[in-house]
């Protein structure tokens, strides 16, 4: 085996409910999950008739992705020869660094951020290099500038960011973007908050930006991702990329969950609404400090020292957050938003916790 495939540290995914359960001692439907960012509502209605009604699944899906490119071309605004969909965003991450990084090679990556951007840059061989967000968890320019090296190949932004809910300004994307290298803008948070880097892709032939179904749309299950990118850079990758590697059910799924837009986005109106409830909520809890999110979560600083215990008792009344347990976050904990009497539970159990 390779050395740097054996060192590698699992990425740690979410559990399903019934491992929680079970965890908890709590019957599953008792349970409240919100540490993965999910759409607490589901998918469109339309999906699930698509799904049942669809009579070719016995055939391949189309290599070249004709109907889905089309599609999604509409919906990021941008040419058809410019999109490349991915069985989440996450194989398209994996695609380009397998086009750009190889062993002793790096990526610069603002931390806190998305833990899938350092694994699968550990993957090909590469690392990332960590260049600290500053006290407000913004990003720090000229480090991240600074930290660049001749083995750089990859700069990665998150807008929101995940875990910490916050957007990154049109001029610090042009600064990063002038370097030279590829830069990745992640916007799998983008209907929660309206903000988008689309309208540089004509300035910048370095600029991806990547979008995900997982989120608004409550297609997590089916996997299923877009990337907006160069023409040249979206051939390429066409090229690589495992011929039917988005199903046939995720396509569908996509293309009826499309026909619901206005539908979906009453439903992402919701979610907003109901973050803003529950910020004004935590707000009013001692000891806890929920930092302002324009994403579909909110990361919470609990009493210092005292992450795990909080974590651990939450997880007791049968509330799974998203908890990082060293490091920077060892004293925060994300909660995603989910139902009105989810956070009912999730600030009265915080208000325990921390009192």
């Known amino acids: 085996m390779l050395p740097h495939i054996q060192a590698l540290e699992t990425y740690q995914g979410v559990d399903p409910m019934e491992v929680m359960a079970e965890r908890a001692g709590i ?10 960012n999910e759409n607490p509502y589901g998918p469109s209605p339309n999906v699930a008739a698509a799904l049942g009604g669809y009579p070719n699944f016995n055939y391949y899906p ?11 071309s509409g919906y990021m605004n ?24 190889g062993i002793g090679d790096n990526v610069i990556v603002p931390s806190p951020t998305f833990g899938m951007y350092s694994f699968s840059a550990g993957i090909c061989g590469g690392k990332a290099i960590a260049v600290e967000r500053d006290d407000n968890f913004e990003i720090d320019l000229e480090a991240m500038k600074a930290a660049i090296t001749p083995q750089s190949k990859i700069i990665f932004l998150t807008s929101p960011n995940n875990p910490t809910g916050n957007i990154v300004p049109e001029a610090q994307t042009r600064a990063l973007l002038d370097t030279g290298l590829i830069v990745v803008m992640d916007e799998a948070y983008f209907e929660f908050c309206g903000d988008t880097a689309i309208p540089l892709l004509a300035d910048y032939p370095n600029l991806v930006v990547l979008r995900t179904f997982s989120k608004w749309a409550g297609l997590a299950g089916l996997r299923i991702g877009v990337g907006a990118m160069d023409p040249e850079l979206a051939a390429t990758m ?5 011929p039917y590697n988005v199903n046939l059910a995720a396509e569908v799924a996509l293309i009826s969950s499309l026909e619901d837009t206005p539908g979906l986005l009453v439903r992402v109106k919701q979610i907003v609404d109901e973050r803003d409830r ?12 929920p930092w302002p999110s324009r994403a579909n979560f909110i990361l919470c600083q609990v009493p210092e020292g005292r992450g795990q215990e909080v974590f651990d008792g939450l997880c007791s009344r049968g509330i799974f957050l998203r908890y990082w347990s060293s490091g920077r976050l060892k004293d925060y904990i994300r909660t995603s938003v989910g139902l009105p009497h989810e956070t009912d539970a999730v600030v009265a159990a915080f208000a325990e916790l921390c009192a």
């Open 78 to 101: 941008v040419e058809p020869e410019r999109i490349v969909a991915g069985n989440g965003s996450d194989e398209l991450i994996d695609l380009l660094l397998r086009m750009y990084v």
């Open 278 to 289: 529950m910020m004004q909520m935590l707000q009013q809890v001692p000891n806890l400090t």
């Open 27 to 36: 019957a599953p439907d008792k349970i409240i999950r919100l540490n993965g």
């Open 62 to 72: 189309d290599p070249d992705q004709r109907t889905l490119r089309r599609v999604l």
């Open 238 to 242: 066409m090229a690589m990329k495992p």
